[in-house]
């Protein structure tokens, strides 16, 4: 027997949003055929949040060193998912 149906490839995107009430930055990480995908998935699930489209210069501070970096380079915290951290600190904080 074989399974011959090909789904689309899926990548992780990144989508930032802000909570439409409370104004907070908002992420979540969608598996997607493309951003646009990730983008309009999340609008249709979160209706509270605005997303924030075209955001692949959007610096974002990394919680634990407060340098910038754009935002797809930030990972959230394994325990603390509110918390965003830089390939750097995320790589000391993982032991
Ligand atoms: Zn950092």
Known sequence: MTHSIELP??????VVAVHRVTGKPQFANIFAPTQVDADDFVADMSPDW??????ADLLVACDH????FPVDELQPCVVEPDFRFCGDCADKLRD
């Open 9 to 14: 490839p899926l990548f992780n995107f990144n």
């Open 50 to 55: 605005i997303v924030i489209r075209d955001n």
């Open 65 to 68: 060193c407060d340098h910038e």
